[in-house]
């Protein structure tokens, strides 16, 4: 199995290692520590697709004994550059395998699946990170929303991709990050609700809840759709029957 990964590029990770927590960013993060304490017991956590470890490091100031797993060669050099104490894993094409004696409280996976081609391929993944959970593991897939592609936001802009709105499941859609100093378009893959469904179905979970973060008129930023619009879902998942 393998797949395009657009962070895979030494100037795009450069770019992305900078990035924290600003703007629209900020309403995918701001949730979690609530959600994470309403469902997750244990503190030991993987992290799937970890970038430059920015969701890594999230964790590990939640209290969690976290490992980063990425299949960016380029992200993961980041990661152990910014944190190098921090516990950072290449898994070539998103192969599992060789954390399959770990068993993890929660997996978090931030913004990957977002770049993840194929029902198929999420499914085997998906499948792969079932097997990494513990008796009462949770997984958290933080997504984009489809809405996201066809509005403006304080952290990304669309007005230059019309075609997103003729996009539908499975196809590619551009974004542009505002926050980084690669100002290159992000090619990602529209995926909807019911897809995630589907796929999740596929893969033996279940979601036991699901969160849109909406922006509050108070919060300090310059939002533009965040507060009518959700830019982000996150997904709350746990083991069902395996098909």
Known sequence: MTFDNVYDDDQRARSYAKLEFPG?????????????????????????????????????????????????????????????????????????????????DLVLSAFTFDNIPTAGKKVTILRGIRRLLGPDGIIINLVSSPEIYLHEWASFTTKDFPENRQAVSGDRVRIVMKDVEDQRPVADILWTDDAYRETYQGAGLEIAKTHQPLAGKNEPYRWLSETEIAPWVIYILMRGEET
């Open 24 to 104: 629209t960013y900020y309403l995918a993060y701001r949730d979690l520590p609530d959600i994470i304490s309403e469902h997750v017991r244990g503190k030991k956590a993987l992290d799937f697709g970890c970038g430059a470890g920015r969701s890594t490091r999230f964790l590990r100031k939640l209290g969690f004994s976290a490992v980063g797993v990425d299949i960016s060669e380029s992200m993961i050099k980041q990661a152990r550059q910014i944190d190098p104490t921090g516990d950072y894993r290449l898994v070539p094409d998103g192969d599992l395998s060789r954390l399959e004696g770990d068993r993890f």
